[in-house]
Structure formats: structure tokens, C-alpha cells
């Protein structure tokens, strides 16, 4: 069973940074895809970013292109979100997932599910 623990959400003006982290516990995954996903109040969730274990492949949605950077750190099983130019429309509960052996941007596509962490733009 492989668990997500996200982390380092918080407030922040606009134009500000933000590093959101993921711990990951649990079997090997070298297989899995992790990806990080955000749920404004009354909206569906939608994707932001992914990565492979191996780091060689990331993708990132249209709105955060740019501006958001996906990392990880294999040897301490962490993956880290860098947000920077932050804005208002940002603000969101940050989700990070992982997907067994699959590129994938559908929420629906992903096993393993984080409990969130709140992040909040605004001046």
C-alpha cells in the first residue's frame, strides 16, 4: 500500500512562492507516476503537474506552464512542487497522486491519493 503525505501549503500574496512536498511511503514504485492535482471550492479537480520516477519525464498543465516546477528527490522518496508567480485563481487544496505505469492527466487514472494541503493566494 503506498502512502502520500503532502505538505508546506499555506497564504501567500500574490506573486509569491510556495514548495508543496510529497512524502512517500510504502512499496517500491520506481514504476509509478506521480502527479499533483488541485480542487478549488466547487470546482472538479484538475491536474497541474507530473513526473516519472525517473525524472526524464514532466508535464505540466497550460495554466501553471511556466511557473510551477516538479521535482523529486529518489533517495529521501519525495516529490516537491515549486510555485512561483503565484495568483489568486491558484488558490486550491493540492492533491498529489501516483499512477502505476501510466502517463496520465484524468484524476480517475491515478491509485494513490494524498489527504491534501491547502493553499491559499490572496492580498
Known amino acids: 500500500q503506498v502512502q502520500l503525505v503532502e505538505s508546506g501549503g499555506g497564504f501567500v500574496e500574490p506573486g509569491g512562492s510556495l514548495t508543496l512536498s510529497c512524502a512517500v511511503s510504502?512499496?517500491?514504485?520506481?514504476?509509478?507516476?506521480m502527479g499533483w492535482f488541485r480542487q478549488a471550492p466547487g470546482k472538479d479537480r484538475e491536474f497541474v503537474a507530473l513526473?516519472?520516477?525517473?525524472?526524464?519525464?514532466?508535464y505540466y498543465a497550460d495554466s501553471v506552464k511556466g511557473r510551477f516546477t516538479v521535482s523529486k528527490d529518489n533517495s529521501k522518496k519525495m516529490v516537491y512542487l515549486q510555485m512561483n508567480s503565484l495568483k489568486a485563481e491558484d488558490t486550491a487544496v493540492y492533491y498529489c497522486a501516483a499512477a502505476l505505469q501510466k502517463i496520465a492527466t484524468n484524476p480517475d487514472e491515478y491509485d494513490y491519493w494524498g489527504q491534501g494541503t491547502q493553499v491559499a493566494v490572496s492580498s
Open positions: 510504502g512499496p517500491t514504485f520506481t514504476s509509478y507516476f
Open positions: 513526473i516519472s520516477w525517473s525524472g526524464l519525464a514532466k
